[in-house]
C-alpha cells in the first residue's frame, strides 16, 4: 500500500480487517516496525478521535508522531496550480508539502469539504496535491468526500460481532447481515464522507444485504452507493436489521451542500429499534444527543459506538502498518 485514501487502496478487506484485530488482541507485537520512522499529522479541520487514536497506533509501531493544526496554526495553504496568490492564501502546497515530505516518512492529512462547490469538493484536490507534491506516503484522516479510516474501522467492528460473540453471528443462521445505512437530523449542513466511505467499503467488502434510507433530495453519489437498496420508507428499510448505521448527510445533487429537512421522525429511537433483529447500533462520532440519536438509544444496550470508536486504533495501526511494510 502506497497510499491510504479510499478502499480501492487496499488489495483485500478481509485481510486488513484479520490484521487490525490481531494489533487489537497484541497492540505492541510490531512495536519495532516503525523505528525510526516519522508521522506528521496535519489537522485543516477539528478532531478527536482520528487524531488521538492515529497518534497511539503509531506510537504502537514505534514510530513518532507530530501533531499539525495547519488550519488553526499553519499559513493558509494554496491548493491551485498557477494561482495568483494575491487574497488570504500564503504558501502553495507545491512549496510546503516537498518540505513535509523531507520532515516526515508519512504524512496523514485531515481536510474537510466547502460544501459550498460541489465540483471542487468531489475533485478531491487538496488530497492529491499532497500526494503529488509530498513524495510520501499519504493517508487520509478524512477528506472532502471519503472518510476511510472511519470505515475499515466499522467493517472490524461489524466483523467482531460475527466472530467474537459467544453464540456466533447476530444475524443467526441468515448468510449475510443485514446492514442499513439511515439518514438522521442535524442542525447544520454536514459533509456526505462518513456516508459515500461508508457505502464505498460495505459495496466492496460484498459480506452484507445493504439498505440505505433517506428522505427525498438527500441521494448520495451513484459512484459510492451502486450495489446497495436505497429507500426513502425508513420503517421499511429498519425491519429486520442487525446493524443501523446512523448518520446525517447533507445534500449532494441539485443544490449542493444544505439541509431540505430536519424531520425528528427520522430520529432512531427505541419504537424503531423494535422493527429490527435487535440490531446494533453505530455512529462514527461525534453525535449531537436527541437530534441525531436518542438518548435512549446511546445509552441502552444496542449501542456499540464506544466500541466503534475505539476500535479507530487498530485500523490506524493495520494501515501503518501496511504502508511501513510496502515502503520502508
Ligand atoms: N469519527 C471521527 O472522525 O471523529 P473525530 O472527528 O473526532 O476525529
Redesign the pocket.
Known sequence: MRNFISVHDVANINELVAKALSYKANPLKDKTLGSNKRIGLLFLN??????LSTQIAAQNLGMEAIVFNVGQEGWALEFEEEAIMSGSTVEHVKDAAPIMGKYFDVLAIRTFPSLKNREDDYSELFIKQFIKYAGIPVVSL?SATL?PL?SLTDVITINEHATATAGGPLWGNKKKPKIVLTWAPHVKPLPQCVANSFSQWINAWGQADFVITHPEDYELDTQFTNGATITHNQDKALKDADFVYVKNWSTFNNEYGRIYTNDPAWMLNNAKLALTNNAKVMH???VRRNVELSDEILDGPNSIVTQE?SNRIWAAQAVLSEILQANY
Open positions: 477539528p478532531s478527536m478521535r482520528t487524531r478524512e472518510h472511519q462514527c462520532l461525534p470508536a
